[in-house]
């Protein structure tokens, strides 16, 4: 499988629910299913763990530069 | 003599005879028979009532001699020498000067010298010399006695005192007048210095005036270098000299007063040129002075290019800072507003709100989970007591035991399956023993 | 036999159960099926159990990553 | 790459932002975008301060060489 | 280039500030714009100041030859 | 260059006026042109003081010579 | 030149003093043309004032030609 999609794998786990909550499965598919779920939140969650870091990185990198061409343009003034 | 001569011979010795002979003649007779052939030479004959003689009179004496024109008829006196003509063997007379005879010849001759000079142009005025405006020196010719040249005096010296006067004396009157008139000219031509020549006589009658008529002196006036005056007094009568004369004068008195300009009048004039002189460069100098006047009025100095200049300059200056300016500062505003934009799109959010989906997801999943285990756990539950409510076994706790064969096992529900003295298990609701059978009843 | 399902087991012992509550059925038959029914009780609950242990490890191990993830967001904060 | 266009960044910034904001966008994606405007951003800032400074800088200048020449009239009167 | 014309470098300024004042120029064509301008204004302050300086230096000139001239002719009267 | 006229000169300087006046004139020109008319300002004015010198001279001389031929004449009478 | 005539003199002033009055003569001209005008006055009027006056009368004496006072005439006066 090429790299995992965090949408992919979103609406991968919104069908496992769906299919469970229908509970009409067998207890081994219900159980492989769940694990399969708790696999996918735990993909998602970490994809949004790296992109909240990634993001954040950026941030404050830039929030320093954009903190600080606010602060000279308030001395322009 | 006894020589024979051949007629050439003949007529030979008879010229030669007859112009020594007839060397000079005076002729007098009438002309009549006149002919002038295009060579220019006159041919007539001289006759009177008896005998008549053939005359040429050639050109070249023409010019001078003949102070009229020949025509028939006319009585003349000729001065002439005899010629002969031996190819023909003839004579005639050679004439070389001609003068009239009698009063009406007279006449006739001063009106035929008046139209022969008029026609070789000697009045013409184009030959007309102007005369000096202020003749420095006045040449009188004129008797050195006398009214005229006293009244000449008294004008000149009145009218102009400083113009000089030279008197050449002539006799005016009289056969010798024409030539002494003529070398008095002469005279003052060659002693020079002299600007304009005074011919004057007072009145008198055509006899007394025929001088002034003469050919010669006509001819002298008309070469003269000098411009002559005619003054011969009388107003109403003209003479020869009056027609080839530069300027005719009817009296002496008037000849003074038209060559002598008034000194006043003169000076009058000169101060009126040099105040107009003055004037005039005074009124050329003032008019180029205004000129420059109001070229320097209007010149003025290009500092109004400058300061026109100067005012777009400061404006292209204040507008080309603006514009910069506000080029950034739009520039800057619209990165701000796309700034504000990333901003707002930053993924933060997204993850906040995918992690709320994420964690409803997860609950979801749990409670599903829980709901269909506890499902499951209950069917298993409710069947499971109900098994247990169903357990066969339970009535051995009434009393009832079961009978089963031994080794068997299988359960007896009729005695008849048994036979006597056989092994049987019975269980009881506690524990169990085996027995033996001894009486089977109910067969 | 493949390994035994634990629906068909379930299933089977509702079927006992019926069978046995119609009072109909000789001793022999009540007690076999008794017995049969017994174990299907004790096969179903054992799967049950392994299933919940398995889920519940899954979820004791989600769940202190979550915990972990949730503390982390609320430092951000 | 030949030299970055102030324009061309700024457009591509405008178009991110577009993009971003259509609110459909993958996570991945939206992470990249997010970058490449914080990049954009830190370009034509970068870009626009040069400028400014610059402009100011010939300002300066000029005003200086200005007000000299103005005294320098006033001096002159 | 043939020395540059200052009526040239005024018309070249104004261009330079109708395109500007237009706002679409690019970032580094305005900026080189504005440098180009700023030196043209130099350039025609330069040749302005040139110009009245010389023009008063010749009026100076001019107004001591008067004045003499005008003395010399009173003293003519 | 032979001796300028004063005409010539006057004319230039007419010229020269009225170029000026009509105000079309690039900067360089204009200074040419002030430079040039100083110039003709000056020859001209020099001319026509030098004439005007010596017309008076004349004049004087004259007149005093004519006075004295007045009073002469005026003895004559 | 031949000796100079009043009478050319005069006509010569005339036209100067004319060509004057038209007024549309070169400076230079009209003062040359005045310098001859004044010079032309003044010959007129020393002509004028040459007051000396001789009568003489000739005589031929001895083949050649001699002036002698009309001293008779000047008795007169």
């Known amino acids: 499988m090429a790299k995992e999609k965090f949408e992919d794998a979103l609406e991968k786990l919104e069908n496992i629910v769906r299919d469970m909550e229908r509970g009409d499965m067998p207890l081994d598919s219900a159980l492989k299913s769940f694990e399969e779920g708790i696999r996918l939140i735990r993909f998602c969650s970490a994809k949004l763990d790296e992109t909240q870091r990634r993001v954040e990185q950026l941030l404050e990198k830039e929030n320093s530069l954009q903190k600080k061409n606010f602060q000279d343009e308030e001395n322009d003034e | ?443």
């Open chain 2, 1 to 443: 003599m006894k020589d024979i001569l051949t007629v050439s011979q003949l007529n030979d010795l008879i010229k030669t005879f007859l112009e020594d002979n007839f060397g000079s003649l005076w002729v007098e007779g009438e002309v009549s028979n006149l002919r002038r052939p295009p060579s220019g030479h006159v041919y007539f004959t001289l006759k009177d009532d008896k005998s008549q003689i053939r005359a040429v009179y050639f050109r070249q004496y023409g010019q001078r001699a003949v102070k009229f024109d020949l025509e028939d008829g006319l009585k003349i006196l000729c001065r002439a020498r005899l010629s002969t003509y031996p190819p023909r063997g003839e004579y005639q007379l050679i004439v070389e000067s001609v003068e009239p005879q009698g009063v009406g010849a007279l006449q006739k001759a001063f009106e035929q010298l008046k139209a022969r000079l008029a026609a070789e142009g000697l009045f013409d005025p184009s030959f007309k010399k102007a005369l000096p405006f202020l003749p420095r020196c006045i040449g009188v010719v004129t008797s050195p006695t006398g009214a005229v040249i006293r009244d000449i005096l008294n004008i000149t010296r009145r009218r102009f005192p400083s113009v000089n006067i030279l008197i050449a004396p002539a006799r005016v009157q009289g056969t010798e007048a024409a030539g002494e008139i003529i070398s008095a000219l002469r005279n003052l031509h060659s002693f020079g210095g002299v600007d304009v020549i005074i011919v004057a006589r007072g009145g008198g009658s055509l006899e007394d005036l025929a001088p002034f008529n003469d050919e010669a002196l006509a001819r002298e006036i008309f070469q003269s270098s000098i411009p002559v005056v005619s003054a011969v007094g009388h107003e109403t009568d003209f003479t020869i000299c009056d027609f080839v004369a530069d300027l005719r004068a009817p009296t002496p008195s008037a000849a003074a007063e038209l060559l002598v300009p008034r000194k006043k009048e003169l000076l009058e004039t000169l101060c009126d040129l040099k105040r107009r002189l003055a004037a005039a460069e005074r009124r050329h100098l003032d008019d180029r002075k205004d000129r420059m006047v109001s070229l320097k009025a209007r010149f003025r100095d290009p500092r109004r290019f400058i300061t026109d200049y100067s005012i777009r300059l400061d404006d292209f200056s204040e507008r080309i800072r603006r514009a910069a300016t506000y080029n950034i500062q739009t520039l800057k505003s619209r990165m701000e507003h796309l700034t504000q934009g990333l901003q707002n799109q930053n993924p933060q959010k997204h993850v906040r709100e995918r992690r709320i989906f994420l964690g409803s997801l997860e609950k979801d999943i749990v409670n599903s989970w829980d709901r269909y285990f506890r499902e499951r756990e209950a069917r298993l539950n409710k069947s499971s007591s109900l098994l247990s409510s169903l357990n066969p076994l339970a009535v051995l706790q009434r009393g009832y035991s079961i009978t089963r064969s031994l080794p068997e096992g299988k359960i007896i529900r009729q005695a008849g399956e048994l036979s006597l003295d056989e092994r049987v298990g019975i269980q009881l609701a506690e524990g169990s023993f085996h027995a033996r059978v001894e009486k089977i009843q109910g067969e």
